[in-house]
């Protein structure tokens, strides 16, 4: 682990709970999000699904519909592009896969857009789609992941096969096999999670609109840059030629810009010659966004009698529907199965596995929170066979500052945020003071016989507790800083904020390094036409990566400044600083001159600072660590799980933003809840329609359901990172699954291998024991 050095001076922004710069516009309604923004003369848009989860259009008439009294267009699989949305493979010529268009002739799963209308108004849109007559043809399809990498399993994309990228995501150190045979005792165990909406308060709505060949696109999104890469390969545009403008998001976590909605509505509006706005209702949002991938985890885990662990095998199956292979979900969910623990040899063996269940993506912590659910839970069962409290297993057995064992030889290549070989050390390491912090604040009680079954009240009560690793995310990302003479700046980046403080903790990032106070900066983000590039709004990488962006742009601009700052007070730039608004000599600060002073004395009477960067380390791993520890009781007579207190603990690096940071650490908490205890979707599994498409049928956590929940950050600076943070974003959700299900295991003695942990199944548990 790197050596952490102490700043040269107090920080004045970064650390401090500055008032978010989106809080006023929230909470009086003047944000303006995606759903509010309209065009003049701009129609409404519908979009016609599928009843069927399988089947080719032979046939469909959509004259009465556009003979209605106000619809202006009707699109279908004959009007899209011929650029394909999302691209097939044509390597093996005998059985390619199948690419997919903005519209398609087959469609592969109930929900799968089938034709749109845009009229006048939204009621004339929705009596239209019910008017367009369409013929299909039943295709076999299958539902299950497992099912659908089976030999004879009908073909979702063709390709000969189910498997995305027509073979498994591999990850391997060491020798398994050899490391098995050394083993003392061997535990294994299946474990599987569920299908589960991100439910964002905000259903995603997009406004397009072409003028003379040019498209710009209002939209909800967490990558603008991103979105107009897309957009200009299906239309056959220059990326000049879109346009994408990121308004207020009601909530992200991932999902928010990876369907065909911005591409429909663009496509509308070509032919129309009008802008068309067009949006999500709650049960298309709940039905047919993005989902959290199904998966079926398999582990053994190879001990010695001590305790060490030696080996580590796992093979999972994600559910990822027809479209949009989850290989990153894939890879996320290895890493967490192969490097929270100091183990020689792991391997690690993910089939993403395309089906005609809707379509999964991106969701807050991608495939993690399914390994921790798996390991974490496999770890207490381990420590248990092995007669060694949770607590103590892990605090022998958790991943080091060093690494993993191995040889690494540095190079001009960045390290990969989640890497499989072993021999490299890791920038900032915590994870020990994260336990002994946890187990502190939750008053544990080791238990190395295995579950307490302890009775308060005539209810079980019981702890349990899990750790977690995550990437700290590394990408590419631009920052543009102008100070004025008026010695204000202002930041210029296309980041979205998805509603975890991100544009606030950038401009702190950058109000610091420029010696300001918070209230002179001001910041323009998420518009391709007047921000740089940067990367998406995702996989915990905006503080860090365009953290750095803006901190070297910052810097950038305060060299230039300091440069003429010196002409004007006659001594050495290094001698000089920046702070709150005026430069002065540091050994004299009574030589100073105010920096509006400065700039005004500049060429043009502003100073511009700029970066690019490519984020990362060549010598060391970026990631961050916590431990959660929870306390639940048990109703024997129902099953019912109530969890009563919950610490987490969290080495993210120094915080920027502490009372944002806590913020996400209970919102993460939360949301973990409702994937532990009671979110899902099931399908019907004779039509493969979704069952749960509103919130009377899609449970979340409600105020009676959320308990006293203690954020803890341990507030340690990474040497790396901008004024020393990591990630923090989607790790509070990681673990949560993972230590309620041990605590329930404490409490009842039913061990629990399936989310979510309902009281059914709680008492069915209780029952067979």
């Known amino acids: 682990?790197?050596?952490?050095?102490?700043?040269?001076?107090?920080?004045?922004?970064?650390?401090?709970?500055?008032?978010?710069?989106?809080?006023?516009?929230?909470?009086?309604?003047?944000?303006?999000?995606?759903?509010?923004?309209?065009?003049?003369?701009?129609?409404?848009?519908?979009?016609?699904?599928?009843?069927?989860?399988?089947?080719?259009?032979?046939?469909?008439?959509?004259?009465?519909?556009?003979?209605?009294?106000?619809?202006?267009?009707?699109?279908?699989?004959?009007?899209?592009?011929?650029?394909?949305?999302?691209?097939?493979?044509?390597?093996?010529?005998?059985?390619?896969?199948?690419?997919?268009?903005?519209?398609?002739?087959?469609?592969?799963?109930?929900?799968?857009?089938?034709?749109?209308?845009?009229?006048?108004?939204?009621?004339?849109?929705?009596?239209?789609?019910?008017?367009?007559?369409?013929?299909?043809?039943?295709?076999?399809?299958?539902?299950?992941?497992?099912?659908?990498?089976?030999?004879?399993?009908?073909?979702?994309?063709?390709?000969?096969?189910?498997?995305?990228?027509?073979?498994?995501?591999?990850?391997?150190?060491?020798?398994?096999?050899?490391?098995?045979?050394?083993?003392?005792?061997?535990?294994?165990?299946?474990?599987?999670?569920?299908?589960?909406?991100?439910?964002?308060?905000?259903?995603?709505?997009?406004?397009?609109?072409?003028?003379?060949?040019?498209?710009?696109v209002w939209k909800s999104s967490r990558n603008v840059y991103g979105d107009r890469r897309r957009l200009a390969k299906v239309f056959g545009l220059p990326p000049e030629g879109v346009r994408v403008i990121g308004l207020y998001l009601g909530a992200g976590f991932g999902a928010k810009d990876e369907t065909r909605l911005a591409a429909i509505t663009a496509l509308l509006a070509r032919k129309t010659g009008r802008p068309v706005r067009m949006g999500y209702t709650r049960e298309e949002e709940l039905g047919f966004g993005k989902w959290r991938h199904a998966t079926v985890n398999r582990i053994r885990m190879g001990l010695k009698r001590n305790g060490s662990i030696i080996a580590i095998d796992s093979r999972s199956v994600l559910n990822t529907g027809p479209y949009a292979p989850g290989f990153g979900v894939a890879e996320r969910l290895g890493h967490g199965l192969t490097y929270l623990y100091t183990c020689a040899n792991a391997r690690f063996e993910g089939k993403v596995a395309f089906t005609n269940s809707p379509v999964a993506g991106s969701y807050r912590g991608l495939g993690a929170p399914q390994a921790h659910f798996a390991l974490e839970s496999l770890v207490d069962e381990a420590a248990e066979r092995l007669g060694i409290d949770p607590l103590e297993f892990r605090k022998r057995n958790h991943v080091r500052p060093e690494g993993q064992a191995g040889h690494y030889q540095p190079g001009e290549e960045l390290v990969p945020p989640q890497p499989i070989e072993g021999g490299i050390p890791f920038s900032s390491n915590f994870l020990a003071e994260c336990l002994e912090e946890g187990a502190k604040r939750i008053g544990w009680k080791p238990r190395p016989h295995g579950p307490r079954k302890l009775k308060v009240n005539g209810r079980y009560r019981g702890m349990g507790m899990a750790c977690c690793?995550?990437?700290?995310?590394?990408?590419?990302?631009?920052?543009?800083?102008?100070?004025?003479?008026?010695?204000?700046?202002?930041?210029?980046?296309?980041?979205m904020e998805i509603g975890q403080g991100a544009w606030t903790i950038l401009m702190q990032i950058a109000a610091e390094t420029l010696g300001l106070r918070f209230d002179d900066i001001k910041g323009v983000f998420a518009d391709t036409e007047t921000t740089p590039f940067s990367h998406g709004t995702s996989g915990s990488t905006t503080t860090f990566t365009s953290g750095l962006a803006a901190l070297r742009a910052a810097k950038d601009a305060r060299l230039q400044i300091l440069e003429t700052a010196s002409r004007l007070l006659e001594v050495?730039?290094?001698?000089?600083?920046?702070?709150?608004?005026?430069?002065?000599?540091?050994r004299a600060p009574d030589q100073h001159l105010?920096?509006?002073?400065?700039?005004?004395?500049?060429?043009?009477?502003?100073?511009?600072?700029?970066?690019?960067?490519?984020?990362?380390?060549?010598?060391?791993?970026?990631?961050?660590?916590?431990?959660?520890?929870?306390?639940?009781?048990?109703?024997?007579?129902?099953?019912?799980?109530?969890?009563?207190?919950?610490?987490?603990?969290?080495?993210?690096?120094?915080?920027?933003?502490?009372?944002?940071?806590?913020?996400?650490?209970?919102?993460?908490?939360?949301q973990g809840l409702g994937y532990a205890l009671m979110e899902e979707i099931p399908l019907d599994p004779e039509s493969g329609a979704p069952q749960a498409l509103n919130l009377d049928s899609f449970k979340i956590p409600n105020l009676i359901d959320v308990p006293l929940i203690e954020p803890v950050l341990l507030n340690l600076p990474d040497p790396i990172g901008p004024y020393g943070a990591k990630a923090l974003g989607e790790p509070p959700l990681v673990p949560v699954a993972a230590a309620i299900a041990n605590a329930v295991y404490d409490a009842t003695g039913v061990r629990m291998r399936e989310l979510p942990i309902t009281a059914e199944k709680v008492l069915a548990g209780l029952n067979a024991r």
């Open 469 to 495: 690793i995550y990437k700290t995310g590394q990408s590419n990302s631009s920052a543009t800083v102008k100070v004025k003479a008026d010695g204000t700046a202002e930041l210029f980046m296309s980041i």
């Open 1 to 216: 682990m790197m050596a952490r050095t102490p700043p040269p001076f107090q920080l004045q922004v970064v650390g401090r709970s500055v008032t978010r710069i989106d809080a006023r516009d929230k909470v009086t309604g003047e944000a303006r999000y995606s759903a509010d923004y309209l065009e003049a003369e701009a129609l409404q848009g519908k979009t016609l699904r599928s009843p069927y989860p399988h089947a080719e259009i032979v046939g469909i008439d959509a004259s009465k519909a556009e003979a209605l009294p106000g619809v202006r267009a009707v699109v279908t699989f004959h009007d899209a592009p011929e650029s394909p949305f999302e691209e097939g493979d044509e390597s093996v010529p005998e059985s390619p896969v199948q690419p997919v268009y903005v519209l398609n002739r087959v469609v592969r799963h109930v929900g799968d857009e089938v034709a749109a209308v845009a009229a006048d108004t939204l009621e004339i849109a929705e009596e239209a789609m019910g008017k367009i007559e369409v013929e299909y043809k039943i295709h076999p399809f299958v539902l299950d992941a497992e099912a659908a990498v089976l030999p004879g399993a009908p073909l979702v994309r063709g390709g000969g096969r189910n498997v995305a990228g027509r073979k498994p995501i591999l990850l391997e150190r060491g020798d398994v096999v050899a490391g098995m045979a050394e083993a003392d005792v061997v535990v294994e165990g299946t474990y599987r999670t569920q299908a589960t909406s991100p439910l964002s308060l905000e259903p995603r709505y997009c406004v397009a609109r072409w003028q003379g060949g040019r498209l710009t």
């Open 572 to 586: 050495d730039a290094g001698e000089l600083e920046i702070r709150d608004g005026m430069v002065f000599v540091r």
């Open 594 to 670: 105010p920096l509006s002073h400065i700039v005004a004395r500049r060429e043009g009477r502003e100073v511009i600072g700029q970066a690019s960067v490519r984020a990362g380390s060549k010598t060391h791993i970026i990631n961050s660590f916590a431990a959660h520890f929870a306390e639940v009781e048990a109703d024997p007579d129902s099953g019912a799980i109530r969890v009563l207190r919950y610490v987490a603990v969290h080495d993210s690096g120094r915080v920027v933003n502490p009372e944002t940071a806590y913020g996400q650490i209970v919102g993460g908490v939360v």
